[in-house]
C-alpha cells in the first residue's frame, strides 16, 4: 500500500440546477404574488437534537430566503406538546442552525408565543359554527372517524349551540374538566375522503408544564391548527414541509380560509431525506440515548449534527451534501456513502496530514547511532500549498504499525517482511535484518538497518521501493486514544429490516473500538479540535471536543480514506 492524498478518484456527483420549490419562488417572485417578499421557516419541535435530515430542510429554507433579495427565514419552535419538549432541546437546535451557518437573525419565534391568539381564533372558529366542544374519549373518536373507504360516523355533540360552545371551551381553559375529558374539534365533514378532515381535533385539554409558559395553559393546540396559524401569523409565504404532510394541506387551507386571515402561505411538500445504515427518526434516536446504546446525542456515531460535529464532519461538508442530493417530490433512500463523498471531498482538501500509529509495533535501526535525531521535512497539505510543511523527528527507534509487517508475506504483500526492504515515508529505505520475539512467540520488535543514503538529497534516494509505510519516532511519540467510529446499523434500512424486527437489532458490534496505545508524531500533542488532520494512509481524525486535552490528546476517527464498505458486501 502506498500513501494515497487522493482517496476520491471517482469524479463527483453532479449538482442539481434549482429545483422545483425554487422554481415556485422564482415565478411567484416574478408575478408579484406576495408583494415581491419571500419569507420562509425552519419550525422544529423541540422534543430532541436535529439530525441530518433536518440539515436538508435548513439549508433549503435558509437557503432560499438567502437567494432572494430581502428574503428572510424564521427559526419557530414549534411547541406545541409540552409533554416530550424541552429546553435543553431549544438550546441545542440553535446552537447547530448557527453551525451549519445560518442565521435568523431578530427572527425567533416559538408557536407557544402565541397560545392567546390561537386560543382567540379558535373563540372565532366556534362562532363561525366551525368548532365545537366533543366530549368523546380518545378511543370513541377513533372509532368514529372511520377508515379511508368506510364515512365516520358523526360525533353526538357536534351540534352544540356556539353559545354552549362557547361556555365550555372557556371552562376547557379554566380546567374545569379532566385531561382527555373533552375536546374542541373543528367542523368539517365527517364523510371526507380525507381522514384530516374528519372533524380533527384542534384543542385538548392537558395538564403539563410547558418549557416556555410553565403551567398558565391546562389546553394545548394541536400540530395542524397551530401551524398554519403560526405561519400566517409571521407573514410566511412559502411553507416548505415534507410529504407526509401533503394529506394535510386541505385542512391547513381549510383552517386559513375559515378564519379569513389577512396571509396564506402556501404550503409545499418535499421529499424527506432517508440514509441508509441511519435512522433518523427523533423518537428512535431518543431510545438509542435513553437506552445507553450510544452514550449520549452527540455521540460521533449519531446522525444528529451534534453528532456529526463530534465526529470532525464540517459545515460545509453538510451544505456540500444537502446541495448534492436536491429536492424533489420522489421519498427514496439516499446512499451513506453520498454523505460520506462530500464529507472525504471537504476533508481531503482542508485537513493536514500527519503520521500516526494506531497498533504500535517497535522497529529498533541498529546502524543509526542511539544519541542521533534528525528533522524530517515533511507537506502539510499537497492539496494547499499554503500550508505549508513541518519537521518531524526521527530516531534510532521506531514505530510502525503491525500490519505493515508480515512474517511470511502473502503475494503482493509490499511492506515489511524478513529480509525485505520498505521506504519509510519522508525518510530512509530500511532493511527487515532480525524479527525478535518473547517467550510465547509473540513479536516484540524488529531490528532494521537503514539505507543512509536513501533520503530525500541522498545518493539513493530515487533508489524504487514498492512500499512506502508511516512511522512515528519512539523517543518523540505521543501516546494517546484513538476511537474508531463506524457505521451504527449494518443494514441498509433499520427501520425496514423485516417483519417484527426491531431496529436495534441490527446496531453493528464494530461502531466503535477504543485504541488506548496509539502513538502520534509531537505535532499532535496539543492538538486543538478545531484542526482536521488526516493520518497518512489511515483516515480523517480529530481531536475530541470534550475529552481530548493538552498533551493527553484523545482522537475520533471522523472517516476512513476510502470506502471499505464496498469491499465488505462484495465478500
Ligand atoms: P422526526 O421524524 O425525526 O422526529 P420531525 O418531522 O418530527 O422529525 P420536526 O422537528 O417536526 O421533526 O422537523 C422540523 C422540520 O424539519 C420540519 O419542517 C420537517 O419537515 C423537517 N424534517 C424533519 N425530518 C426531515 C428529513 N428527514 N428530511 C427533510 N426534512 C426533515
Ligand atoms: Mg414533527
Redesign the pocket.
Known amino acids: 500500500m502506498t500513501t494515497n492524498n487522493h482517496p476520491e478518484a471517482e469524479p463527483a456527483p453532479a449538482l442539481p440546477a434549482g429545483d422545483f420549490i425554487r422554481d415556485i419562488v422564482a415565478a411567484d417572485q416574478a408575478s408579484g404574488k406576495h408583494g415581491g417578499r419571500v419569507v420562509t421557516r ?4 423541540p ?2 437534537y436535529l ?4 440539515a ?3 439549508c433549503l429554507n435558509f437557503g432560499i430566503a438567502g437567494e432572494n433579495p430581502g428574503g428572510v427565514c424564521h427559526l419557530r419552535f ?1 411547541d406545541t406538546n409540552p409533554a416530550r419538549e424541552d429546553v435543553e432541546y431549544v438550546d441545542s437546535i440553535q446552537e447547530d442552525v448557527r453551525w451549519l451557518g445560518f442565521d435568523w437573525g431578530a427572527n425567533k419565534f416559538y408557536a407557544s408565543d402565541y397560545f392567546e391568539r390561537l386560543y382567540q381564533y379558535a373563540v372565532e372558529l366556534i362562532q363561525l359554527g366551525k368548532a365545537f366542544v366533543c366530549d368523546l374519549s380518545a378511543e370513541e373518536m377513533a372509532t368514529f372517524r372511520g377508515t379511508p373507504t368506510v364515512p365516520g360516523k358523526p360525533s353526538p355533540w357536534r351540534d352544540r349551540s356556539v353559545a354552549e360552545n362557547l361556555d365550555l371551551f372557556t371552562r376547557m381553559r379554566a380546567g374545569e374538566f379532566a385531561d382527555g375529558a373533552k375536546t374542541l374539534r373543528a367542523k368539517i365533514d365527517m364523510a371526507s375522503p380525507n381522514i384530516h378532515l374528519r372533524d380533527p381535533a384542534i384543542y385538548r385539554i392537558r395538564r403539563a408544564e410547558h418549557h416556555q409558559t410553565g403551567t398558565a395553559w391546562l389546553i394545548y393546540p394541536m400540530y395542524d391548527y397551530a401551524h398554519c396559524l403560526s405561519d400566517s401569523i409571521e407573514g410566511i409565504t412559502h411553507s ?3 410529504l407526509e ?1 401533503e394529506v394535510h394541506r386541505p385542512l391547513y387551507d381549510w383552517i386559513l380560509d375559515a378564519l379569513k386571515t389577512p396571509c396564506h402561505p402556501q404550503q409545499i411538500e ?1 421529499a ?3 440514509l441508509s445504515y441511519t435512522v ?4 428512535k ?1 431518543l431510545q438509542l440515548v435513553q437506552e445507553g446504546l450510544v452514550t449520549s446525542w452527540d455521540d460521533p456515531r449519531m446522525p444528529t449534527i451534534a453528532g456529526l460535529r463530534r465526529r470532525g464532519i464540517t459545515p460545509e461538508a453538510i451544505r456540500n451534501f444537502c446541495a448534492r442530493i436536491g429536492v424533489t417530490k420522489y421519498n427514496g433512500l439516499t446512499d451513506v456513502a453520498l454523505l460520506e463523498f462530500a464529507i472525504r471531498e471537504d476533508l481531503n482538501r482542508n485537513a493536514l496530514r500527519v503520521m500516526a500509529v494506531l497498533h504500535p509495533l517497535k522497529v529498533v535501526l541498529t546502524n543509526y547511532p542511539a544519541e542521533q535525531t534528525e528533522e524530517m521535512p515533511a507537506v502539510n497539505n499537497p492539496e494547499d500549498p499554503a500550508a505549508g510543511s513541518r519537521l518531524v523527528p526521527f530516531g534510532r527507534e521506531l514505530y510502525i504499525e503491525q500490519d505493515d509487517f508480515m512474517e511470511v508475506p502473502a503475494k503482493k504483500f509490499f511492506r515489511l517482511a524478513p529480509g525485505a526492504e520498505v521506504r519509510l515515508r519522508y525518510a530512509y529505505i530500511i532493511k527487515c535484518e532480525a524479527v525478535i520475539k518473547d517467550a510465547t512467540g509473540r513479536i516484540t520488535e524488529l531490528h532494521c538497518t537503514i539505507d543512509p543514503d536513501s533520503k530525500s538529497g541522498g545518493a539513493t534516494a530515487g533508489r524504487k521501493i514498492k512500499g512506502t509505510i508511516h512511522w512515528v519516532s519512539a523517543a518523540h511519540a505521543v501516546p494517546a486514544e484513538v476511537r474508531l467510529y463506524d457505521r451504527l446499523f449494518t443494514v441498509p434500512e433499520p427501520d425496514h429490516a423485516g417483519e417484527g424486527r426491531d431496529f436495534k437489532e441490527f446496531l453493528n458490534p464494530q461502531s466503535l473500538a477504543t485504541l488506548t496505545h496509539c502513538q502520534l508524531e509531537p505535532s499532535l500533542r496539543d492538538a486543538r479540535p478545531e484542526a482536521r488532520y488526516q493520518f497518512e494512509r489511515l483516515g480523517y481524525f480529530r481531536a475530541d471536543p470534550k475529552d481530548s486535552a493538552p498533551g493527553k490528546p484523545v482522537f475520533n476517527r471522523t472517516l476512513t480514506l476510502r470506502d471499505s464498505w464496498v469491499k465488505e458486501q462484495g465478500k
Not at 425552519?42 to 419541535?45: H, S
Not at 439530525?51 to 433536518?54: A, N
Not at 433518523?280 to 423518537?283: D, F, N, Q
Open positions: 425552519f419550525p422544529p419541535e422534543n430532541g439530525h441530518i435530515g433536518h436538508k430542510s435548513i414549534d416548505i414541509c415534507t404532510f418535499f424527506r431525506l432517508n433518523m427518526s427523533k423518537r434516536l
